[in-house]
C-alpha cells in the first residue's frame, strides 16, 4: 500500500483550436502557401501559432495515487476525463508536466477496441488481446478462462458480426479483464451490456482490486463508482476540483449537479426560455436528496418573450439501470393552451417508488406540432434518493444490492405457502395500512385451492 | 516492477523497447489484414496468384508481341515477371500501409502500442503475397528450364532492398495521410505513374545511354535490374551505378521516413 502506483505532476493537456483548423488543413493550403511564396509562409506560420488558441483540456493535474487504490474519476462530460485517461494510457503525449507510473499498464477506453467483425470470435480472441498487450502464450493460457466469461462457446467460431451485441459485448469484456496489469484503466465501459453483465463485470472489478491492484474507473455511474472506489478524483473543467475519500468527493459532485443551474436553455426561434428548474421535497424545501416515497416535485421556470401555443413538456426519470418513469403531456394530453410572460410549470411526482440509488432527470419539450422539438431531450439534473431501507422493512442479505437493482418498487406482496402475508412498500404511509400482521393467519382461496 | 515515465516529448526512451514488447502484434495485425481480405470470395487466395499472371499476360503481349522489345534472350514472361514481382510489391505496400493508419483510427484513438506497428504490418500483408507470386515464378521458371546462377546468392539483398524501400515510402504516406488525407488521390496517381517509368514491362536497356543516369535516379530501377539479374542470370545487363544509387535512395527514404513518422506519431490521436 505504501508504495506509489501512479503519481501525475502539473499535468496539462493542449489542443489547438480555431483558425487553421476552420480554414482547413489540407495539403493544398499548404502547398499553395509555400509556393506562393516562402518567406510571408514561414512568417505567417509564426503568427499563426500565437493566434490559434489554446484549449487546455487538461491544466494542473496533480495526485498520488497509492498501489491498490481504486479511484473513481468523476466530471461532467468535457471536464477532461477521457484525457486524462488518454494521456495516462499513452494514446496521446500531455503538454506539460509528468506521469511516473510503476508496473504494467493496461486501459480499457473502450470495450472490444480492434474487433475485426468479418472475424471468428476465436481470431477475435487472439487479435484483441495483442493489440492489448498480451503475449501469444498468454493468451493460449487464458484462451478456455476468456471462453467460460464470455458466455459464448457455442458462437465461438461464428464471425462476430453476426454476434448480438450483447453478445459481442461479453467477449470484448471477458478478453479485457483477464489482462494481469498491475494498474488498470477503465473508461465508462459498463454502459453497455445487459443488467446481469453489467455486475458480472463490476465483480470482476471489485476482485481485480481486492488482489492489491490499482484501478482508476471513470464513470457515470454514480453508485458504480461508490460500490468500487475507496477514492475518487473531481475534474471540472480541466482542473483538479477534488481529491479525496470516496463518499466527501461523491456527495460535493452531486451537490455541484444540483447547484449548478440549467444553463439558462433558451430557444431563440420560439423566444422561449427555461432560465431554472428546482427540484423540491414534499415540505417544499430545495434539495436532491429524497428519501424512498416521498413526493418529488420538478419546478420549471419560463419566460416567453412570444406566445408559446400549446408546448408538450415531458420529464423521465433515468436511474443506474435505466428508465424509470415519466410524465409526458405527449401521452396524457394534459398541456397548458399557451405560454406567455413569466411563470412557472410544476409536475409533483408522488410519493417516489425509488430505491436509494442516484438518478437523472431528463426533459424535452415539443412545440404544437408535436414533430419539432423547441428544446431536445437532455439530462437536466439529477438527484439521489437516500436512506435507510430497514425501516421500510427490508431486511435481507444483500439489501445493499439496491443500488444496482431495478430501481421502481411498486407495493407488493408475498402470500407464502405457511400462510404468511407480507407487504413491501417504498411508502411508508401506505405500507401501514396494507400490511398485515404476521399473527393473523386467514389462509387465502388461492392456498385453499392449492390444498 | 516497471517504472514508465510519461513526459512532453519524452517518450523516445520507451520506444525501442515497447516495440519489442509488441513484437507479436506485427504478426497478428498482417494475420488480420491476410485473414479477412479474402473473406467472402469465392476464389479466395487464388486472387493473389490471378492478378500477377494476368498482369503479367497483358505487359507481355504489350511490350513483347506488340511492343517487341528485346528480351535478352529470356522468354519474355519471365523477364516481365522479374519486373512484376518487386513492383507490385512496392505499389501495394505504399498503398496498404499509406491507408493503414487512416484504417485503423479506431484502434490509434483508443489503445496505446507503438504505431509503427500498423504501418508495417501492412507491408508484412503485401510482403507475403509477394511470396506467393515468387511460387508462381519459381513454377514458371521450372516450365522454362531455367537454372539460376551463381547470382541468385545477390537475390536476398534485393528483397532487402524492395522490403526497405517499401516501409520508407509506406511509412511517409502513412503519417502524412493522417494529416492530408489528399494522400488517398495522390497515392493511387503515384502508382500508376510509377509503373510507366520503371522498367516493369522492358529492360532498362532500351532507355537511350544518355537518359540512363536521369532514368536511374528512380530507385525501382536498380531494384528491378537486379531482381532479374540474381533470378534470370548473367547474360542480362545491369547497371551497378543503378543499384547503388537505388541503395543509397532506399537508406535515405527508410530513415526519413522512421523520423518523421516518429516525430509526428505522438500526435497521431489528436489529429486522425
Not at chain 2, 470470395?41 to 504489350?62: D, E, F, H, K, N
Amino acid at each position: 500500500m505504501s508504495q506509489t502506483a501512479i503519481s501525475i505532476e502539473g499535468l496539462g493537456k493542449c489542443y489547438r483550436v480555431g483558425r487553421q483548423q476552420a480554414k482547413g488543413d489540407g495539403l493544398r493550403h499548404a502547398m499553395e502557401a509555400v509556393l506562393r511564396s516562402p518567406v510571408a509562409w514561414i512568417r505567417k506560420r509564426r503568427e499563426q501559432s500565437s493566434k490559434e488558441e489554446d484549449f487546455w483540456a487538461l491544466r494542473n493535474i496533480s495526485a498520488i495515487i497509492p498501489e491498490g487504490d481504486v479511484v473513481g474519476v468523476l466530471g461532467r462530460n468535457g471536464a477532461g476525463k477521457s484525457t486524462l485517461l488518454k494521456v495516462l494510457s499513452r494514446i496521446t503525449v500531455p503538454t506539460e508536466g509528468r506521469i511516473k507510473l510503476h508496473g504494467r499498464v493496461a486501459s480499457l477506453l473502450e470495450v472490444g477496441t480492434g474487433f475485426h467483425q468479418e472475424l471468428t470470435g476465436r481470431e477475435n480472441i487472439f487479435l484483441n488481446g495483442a493489440i492489448l498487450g498480451m503475449t501469444r502464450a498468454e493468451i493460449i493460457r487464458k484462451f478456455d478462462e476468456i471462453v467460460a466469461f464470455s458466455e459464448i462457446e457455442q458462437f465461438i467460431d461464428t464471425p462476430v458480426k453476426r454476434y448480438s451485441s450483447g453478445m459481442y459485448v461479453r467477449l470484448a469484456f471477458a478478453v479485457a479483464a483477464h489482462l494481469e496489469p498491475e494498474i488498470l484503466i477503465v473508461d465508462e465501459v459498463l454502459a453497455v451490456g445487459d443488467t446481469a453483465f453489467q455486475k458480472k463485470c463490476l465483480g470482476k472489478m471489485g476482485s481485480f482490486a481486492a488482489s492489491g491492484r490499482t484501478v482508476l474507473f471513470v464513470s457515470h455511474n454514480i453508485e458504480a463508482i461508490r460500490t468500487l472506489c475507496k477514492r475518487a478524483i473531481w475534474l471540472r473543467d480541466g482542473s483538479l476540483m477534488m481529491d479525496g475519500e470516496i463518499s466527501s468527493v461523491v456527495d460535493e459532485y452531486s451537490k455541484s449537479l444540483f447547484s449548478e443551474e440549467v444553463p439558462s436553455w433558451d430557444n431563440p426561434d420560439y423566444g422561449i426560455c427555461l432560465n431554472k428548474l428546482a427540484l423540491k421535497n414534499g415540505r417544499g424545501e430545495l434539495t436532491n436528496h429524497f428519501v424512498p416515497g416521498e413526493d418529488l416535485r420538478v419546478e420549471i421556470s419560463f419566460q416567453a418573450r412570444k406566445r408559446v401555443n400549446r408546448p408538450r413538456f415531458a420529464i423521465g426519470i433515468v436511474g443506474a439501470n435505466g428508465s424509470c418513469f415519466t410524465s409526458n403531456m405527449l401521452l396524457d394530453g394534459k398541456f397548458p393552451e399557451y405560454l406567455e410572460g413569466e411563470g412557472t410549470l410544476t409536475c409533483l411526482f408522488k410519493a417516489i417508488p425509488l430505491l436509494p440509488q442516484t438518478y437523472t432527470l431528463k426533459m424535452a419539450v415539443r412545440d404544437e406540432t408535436i414533430k419539432d422539438f423547441i428544446f431536445p431531450y437532455k439530462d437536466v439534473t439529477s438527484f439521489n434518493v437516500t436512506g435507510d431501507l430497514a425501516e421500510y422493512g427490508y431486511e435481507g442479505e444483500y439489501v445493499n444490492w439496491a443500488s444496482r437493482s431495478t430501481p421502481v418498487v411498486i407495493p407488493y406482496e408475498w402470500h407464502l405457502p405457511d400462510g404468511r402475508r407480507e407487504a413491501v412498500s417504498l411508502n411508508r404511509s401506505v405500507r401501514a395500512i396494507s400490511n398485515v400482521p404476521h399473527q393473523v393467519q386467514e389462509p387465502s382461496l388461492e392456498l385453499d385451492a392449492m390444498q | 516492477m516497471t517504472e514508465l515515465i510519461i513526459e512532453a516529448g519524452h517518450t523516445e526512451r520507451e520506444y525501442w523497447r515497447d516495440l519489442w514488447r509488441y513484437r507479436e502484434l506485427f504478426y497478428f495485425l498482417a494475420w488480420r489484414d491476410l485473414l479477412v481480405r479474402y473473406k467472402q470470395t469465392i476464389v479466395g487466395v487464388g486472387w493473389s496468384v490471378i492478378r500477377p499472371v494476368l498482369t503479367m499476360a497483358i505487359l507481355t503481349i504489350v511490350f513483347g508481341k506488340l511492343g517487341k522489345m528485346p528480351s535478352g534472350g529470356v522468354p519474355y514472361p519471365l523477364l516481365v515477371l522479374c519486373g512484376m514481382l518487386p513492383w507490385q510489391f512496392l505499389s501495394s505496400a505504399i498503398s496498404e500501409s499509406g491507408n493503414s493508419l487512416v484504417a485503423n483510427s479506431a484502434l490509434i484513438s483508443k489503445v496505446y502500442f507503438p504505431r509503427v506497428v500498423i504501418a508495417t504490418s501492412s507491408v508484412i500483408t503485401s510482403f507475403v503475397d509477394f511470396m506467393i507470386s515468387m511460387g508462381f515464378l519459381v513454377a514458371l521458371m521450372i516450365w522454362y528450364h531455367r537454372v539460376p546462377s551463381l547470382n541468385l546468392l545477390f537475390f536476398p539483398l534485393f528483397v532487402l532492398l524492395v522490403f526497405s524501400a517499401s516501409l520508407g515510402f509506406g511509412l511517409w504516406i502513412a503519417a502524412l495521410m493522417v494529416k492530408y488525407r489528399d494522400f488517398r488521390f495522390i497515392v493511387p496517381f503515384i502508382v500508376q505513374f510509377g509503373l510507366y517509368v520503371s522498367p516493369v514491362g522492358f529492360q532498362s536497356t532500351v532507355v537511350p545511354a544518355k537518359y540512363q543516369l536521369l532514368f536511374a535516379l528512380n530507385p525501382m530501377v536498380g531494384i528491378i535490374d537486379g531482381f532479374r539479374w540474381s533470378l534470370l542470370g548473367g547474360q542480362l545487363h545491369i547497371f551497378w551505378s543503378s543499384v547503388a544509387i537505388a541503395c543509397v535512395e532506399t537508406l535515405f527514404i527508410i530513415g526519413s521516413g522512421l523520423w518523421y513518422f516518429r516525430k509526428t506519431e505522438q500526435f497521431f490521436a489528436d489529429v486522425i
